[in-house]
């Protein structure tokens, strides 16, 4: 249905034509499958005519008439008792309380509706520009989305792993993202997991009712929780656990302390054998786990033997990218597209993790190259 703004004005208006590019370049970007696929919507806006931001004249002209309707309605509150003033209206068979009350609320309606058709429309582009920079920070970095069914997959990640045996109450998986990462050495396929789980705990607290008689009662509360993983192709190290956090699930049956305080205080480490944790730990593995606290909060790591490594954090901002131009500068904003969006961070945790692999491949041979797919 039309809004108010769009009855008002002519069909071939500048706001009517940039309506339409607007949609038909949001439901291009809906079928997207490559970088191309949006250069190509980003060319739209380069080549439209006109700028490419909505005219608010008339939504303007209908605010100011709303405040002045709403005034009118304030003022007649004011002098709508003086007598002479009342009986005008009157004579005119007019009830004056009425007539303010409508006056005002016909002003509310205005003014309302013309700062959410200006709100409405001002975010759409913006929010179009962010959609193309994400989708091409996944195009850029070969990353696709996995559809899967959470409970089977939780089903086989409890088998391999013991971060993800998080949450009393419910558990699943909002997203799974896979992709490889080119190292010098050797090319490394991961899959990023993002995990809602809810604790459920009870609470007591003392009521008093209306007489002031106190009681105590039991209410539920459900704690809401996202844990953040990278399950990485890791065949050089199994059987070893290393953790910042509370995740006592993820400990093997031997727990090894380090000659490092630093490491002994930030994390805990066990295996499936002392033998195997003595060759893990060696000094320069040591300072490398440490530095995985510059970039991640509460990081954790499960070797598994099947040769998985699961990294898991609390960073939600893992594919945070940096954007420098949007849709409102065309030009720059296809160059910027047709270079790529860059993901620091994910790339920071990545390398941090190739660089791993090199500590504990004595052979310091490539990994041949796979595109494995989780099911």
Known sequence: MPSLIDVYRPKTSHNARLDKLLAVSEASIERAESNTDLLDVIHGFASHKG??????TLAWRFFGTGLLLIASAVGLYWIGHVYSVALFFYRLEIDPDSFGTGTGLLGIVLV?????????KSDRLPALSKRIARLSSYF??????LKEDS???LKKLDTE??????GDHSRALLKSIQGVFNGTLRNLSYTYRQLHYVNRREVET???DEKGNTKTETRVVHDHYDRYSLVIDFPWVTGISVRSDYQTQNDYSHPMDTASPDFNKAFHLSGRSEMLCAKFIKPSTVLHLLKLFDILE???????????????FENNDLFAYGAQHSLSSPNYFHAEISAGIELPRLMSVLQWSHELSELHDDNFSALPHTNRQEK
């Open 51 to 56: 700028p490419l931001e909505y005219d608010r």
């Open 112 to 120: 309302v509706w013309s700062l959410a058709w200006m709100k409405s």
């Open 140 to 145: 850029h970095n070969g990353l696709a989305f």
């Open 151 to 153: 409970a089977t997959t």
């Open 161 to 166: 792993f013991g971060d993800y045996r998080r």
């Open 206 to 208: 003392t009521v008093t």
């Open 298 to 312: 509460r990081p954790n790591l499960e070797f598994s033997d099947s040769g998985q490594l699961c990294l898991s």
